[in-house]
């Protein structure tokens, strides 16, 4: 199947999945607020080639989606026949994984969810994974070689995507709080450690990679980039505000197997 089918067929998921939750409304938490099957967008403008059929190399392999939010992606895939594994860590997912467990019962769904901190044990529930969906997730830890690693050992294929930054600050904003110059970082290969209250003042916020810092994290972990690609400010990115906010995307193969 075309990335191009797979992301029509995602937004008509993602209709009846809007509706499943109005229907649930549930009182005590909130549901995550961004649409992760949007990504199925980003993808199509990604990938070329054979790699635009990239489930086809699936077979019946399992599939993760690690740092899930509620776990739309694995719930979609689950609706094509596909078996999946969900992984996020309670504390730091925005609802507790309340919403993929509400979700998992609504759906009378055989998804595995585990509840794992990536940082302190990158655990999944599979030995291998014909693919991962990390999408998202790279910054919010602090030892992202480690979880690339730990993550090439256990899945043939990946999506990975995070934020990355050409500036260590904005324009306009040097001499304030950490940073005296502005320099440009993307074709150094480096990772610029956020201060706690830098990025949306969210201190789960830590490492930004320059392009070049990423492809060289990339490869040293163990990954050949098959496609990739950044959307966004892709000009004059910063680590800090909304509007220098760049993304990385790439279609990743694991030198593992």
Known sequence: MDIAELDKLSQSYKKDLERKKEGLSPSEFAWYPYGTLDNFHILNRLLTGENRSFLDHVGDGPIADIGAADGDIAFFLESL?????IADFPPTNLNGCRGMRLLKQAFNS??????TDLD???KLVAERYELA??????YHLKNPYLALESLAKCARHAFISTRVTRFNVAKGAEGKDVNRNRVELRDIPAAYLVAPNETNNDATNFWMFSEAGLHRILHRSGWDVLDFATFGNTSNSDPATATGDERAFCYVRSRYF
């Open 81 to 85: 026949g596909y078996r999946v594994h």
């Open 120 to 122: 302190a044990q990158f």
């Open 133 to 138: 969906f990390f999408l998202g997730i790279l």
């Open 110 to 115: 055989q998804a595995e969810i585990l509840e």
